[in-house]
């Protein structure tokens, strides 16, 4: 349809964050060189800014309408390009809140296809940037033209994430983005955020990289009582501990126990 690799992108972590971060509206920062005419783009000098991108996570959503609508999205944002980021930061109040940038993560697309013909040489092109960024995550793709490949690159600040989180969300998005190109006509719900590599360490099929077994499977607990007396007997026992937690609602024994019946 079109689409750009950019979009793909911001179509993958709007699904991964809307399921990890529970959200509905996800908002990312979009690079733009901001040379609106021939004559801007002939003056030598940085006029390279940003502009925010919002998102909204429908999981009834068919695929093929969801990255369309991150197109219009896109490209009706583009118009206001110039708008000063003061005026956000004044009504978003950052600062204040201790933040010194205003994205957590910036999604760019970086055409660098300069094929360089020198006689009796061999040319490579070579993008050098330091992985401590102005942002917390800035996720590039690096086009180099025929002569190379494309390649995704992950400059992120040691203070937010580590290697392994950054290698963790890159093999998610990766896979995320895979899925687009097997079925563009399922729903967005559809879509799985977990690699197979992660469901099979889920499941106990596989050890983890030390040998170590993050499920191992089925377990004989020794008993023929249903698990609904066993829970029961855990209620008496332990009322007021917790039983179950996700993001920031807890229940206790007891409380779970209420709703269940």
Request: net charge negative; aromatic share 12%.
């Given at each position: 349809?079109?689409?750009?690799?950019?979009?793909?992108?911001?179509?993958?972590?709007?699904?991964?964050?809307?399921?990890?971060?529970?959200?509905?509206?996800?908002?990312?920062?979009?690079?733009?060189?901001?040379?609106?005419?021939?004559?801007?783009?002939?003056?030598?000098?940085?006029?390279?800014?940003?502009?925010?991108?919002?998102?909204?996570?429908?999981?009834?959503?068919?695929?093929?309408?969801?990255?369309?609508?991150?197109?219009?999205?896109?490209?009706?944002?583009?118009?206001?390009?110039?708008?000063?980021?003061?005026?956000?930061?004044?009504?978003?109040?950052?600062?204040?809140?201790?933040?010194?940038?205003?994205?957590?993560?910036?999604?760019?697309?970086?055409?660098?296809?300069?094929?360089?013909?020198?006689?009796?040489?061999?040319?490579?092109?070579?993008?050098?940037?330091?992985?401590?960024?102005?942002?917390?995550?800035?996720?590039?793709?690096?086009?180099?033209?025929?002569?190379?490949?494309?390649?995704?690159?992950?400059?992120?600040?040691c203070?937010?994430l580590?290697?392994?989180?950054?290698?963790?969300?890159?093999?998610?998005?990766?896979y995320?983005?895979?899925?687009?190109?097997?079925?563009a006509?399922?729903?967005?719900?559809?879509?799985?955020?977990?690699?197979?590599?992660?469901?099979?360490?889920?499941?106990g099929?596989?050890?983890?990289?030390?040998?170590?077994?993050?499920?191992?499977?089925?377990?004989?607990?020794?008993?023929?009582r249903?698990?609904?007396?066993?829970?029961?007997?855990?209620?008496?026992?332990?009322?007021?501990?917790?039983?179950?937690?996700?993001?920031?609602?807890?229940?206790?024994?007891?409380?779970?126990n209420?709703?269940?019946?």
């Open positions: 349809h079109g689409t750009s690799i950019q979009a793909l992108t911001l179509a993958a972590l709007t699904i991964f964050y809307g399921r990890t971060e529970n959200r509905k509206e996800i908002a990312f920062g979009v690079p733009i060189h901001k040379r609106r005419n021939k004559r801007q783009r002939q003056i030598a000098g940085m006029f390279a800014g940003a502009i925010p991108f919002k998102a909204k996570d429908d999981e009834e959503n068919l695929l093929t309408d969801f990255i369309q609508e991150i197109k219009k999205q896109q490209s009706y944002d583009y118009r206001f390009q110039t708008f000063p980021f003061t005026h956000l930061n004044r009504k978003l109040k950052l600062f204040a809140q201790g933040r010194s940038y205003l994205f957590d993560i910036m999604v760019n697309y970086e055409p660098m296809n300069f094929n360089l013909e020198l006689e009796g040489f061999e040319t490579e092109t070579l993008h050098f940037s330091s992985n401590e960024g102005s942002n917390p995550l800035t996720i590039r793709w690096c086009d180099y033209g025929d002569m190379q490949p494309l390649m995704i690159k992950f400059d992120y600040q203070s937010y580590t290697k392994q989180e950054v290698k963790l969300l890159a093999d998610r998005l990766l995320i983005i895979d899925q687009f190109e097997v079925d006509e399922k729903k967005v719900g559809d879509i799985s955020i977990l690699t197979h590599r992660e469901r099979q360490l889920i499941l099929q596989v050890p983890t990289e030390d040998g170590n077994w993050f499920n191992q499977g089925e377990k004989d607990l020794g008993n023929d249903p698990i609904n007396v066993r829970f029961e007997e855990m209620v008496k026992q332990f009322p007021s501990s917790l039983a179950v937690g996700h993001l920031d609602q807890r229940w206790t024994y007891v409380q779970l209420e709703k269940a019946n």
